[in-house]
């Protein structure tokens, strides 16, 4: 270990309230730390910035999964392990159960929360892409009060993102009413247990008389942020799963991504694997989008 | 615990360490690994990687599986930590340690205590595992020396034994 506890302050003030005012009365001088599954790699490798942190480990005002009619109401302290017990959560929204499933082997899904894989902001944690193609929506919390934000457009660069710097995210909020979809999840890494991925990916779409009337595709690590592939659904919408068009979406995603050349991976095999996960997609849209 | 941010002094903290209240002062910031192998003198834990990613660390916090590395001592204050030193009963080995040692399951020894705890995390989730649900709960657990075949074999034969493996 390079670093020294003694150099660190961390408190555990056990109430939303209170860890909200110290945000408040000393802006951008505290670390919020939950379960630590980043935090603390950064704190042993002597890299961590920050010397006071505030646990948000087991706050009850983050914590639990709410059903209401229209969306579920995730608490961010959830952890993964969490989130795939959840039965509404793996029946309505299997991406997230899937990205859960691929976080890490146990003990880190046992600690590693969905709140704090948001403000990571690593572009190639599993999870993100999936919130994209949910269209979740943040509650961000802060002593001024609530609000509520569109997770898409939340990362503004690489692990840059619009929270301030007395806010938490509190509650992450997807709508339900995903039944007749077809929902496309696919991990690439070195291997199957404990990588990061190469490239990540999760979409959803459904067939209408036998044209696409919605889709969403995002993929994580290939851009300085999880990235949702507008311009590519718009082309989409409204028309057959045909050859040619599945040949432009692969040339379109390729097109739309910045991969780079990191210890994982290259920028190369990484738009390759873009395009062909793309196009895995819309075959499995195309062969089970009408059954709904 | 009371620790003011002007004071980075160690604090009185207690915590039941396999079955037994212990009392330690400690830094908030110290990693459970490093309270349990200097402080309380359990040596079981090993530090591998230290970023969560080979699993040499492992114990159980209120019956939960993690990466003592990656805790910090604060968060478990008052929490119930199981270390490898607290599976035996007495000089009786359990069911997990048995198998482990009759599979040839351990050669360095330093991934073994990290594995029983994730196994014995395992079959008190799923006491009928598959091979797959096996490879799945051992996933975050990295052994140089074995090639996997005899901690599976192990911990499939501890799981045919019955509950209390």
Redesign the interface.
Known sequence: ?RCD????????PGKLEAVVSLLANEPGQWLP?A???DV??Q???GRLASR??V?I??LPEMQGVETLPDEIRIGAGSTY?ELRGQVVIASEFPLLTSAARWT?????Q??GTLGGNIVNASPAADSLPVLLAYEAELVLVSLRGKRRVPYLGFHTGYKTMLLERDELVQTICLRRGFSGYVHYARKVGAR???AISKVCMAALGRLRGGVIEDVRIALGSVAPVPLRLTELERVLQGKPVEPKLVAQAREMAAAAIEPIDDIRSTAKYRSAVASNLVGEFLEQLRDKGNAA | MA?S?E??DKGELSLTVNGRLRSVQV?????LL?VLRHELHLTGAKEGC????C?SC?VLVNG????S????V??V?GARITTIEGLAEGPELSALQKAFLECGGAQCGICTPGMIL?AS??LTKNPNPSMDDI???L???LCRCTGYMQILEAVARASCRGPGA
């Open positions: 270990m506890p003694a150099d660190y302050h961390l408190i555990a730390i379960g630590g599954t603390m790699v704190f042993a490798a006071k942190l646990s480990w087991n392990s890490g082997g146990i003990a880190n046992n600690r199957n247990a404990q | 620790v941010p004071n980075q830094h908030p910031m110290a990693r490093d230290g970023e969560g990613e699993g492992s939960e599986l993690v990466n590395c990656l805790v910090p604060l968060q204050e994730s995390h395992l490879r799945e709960g996933a975050g657990n």
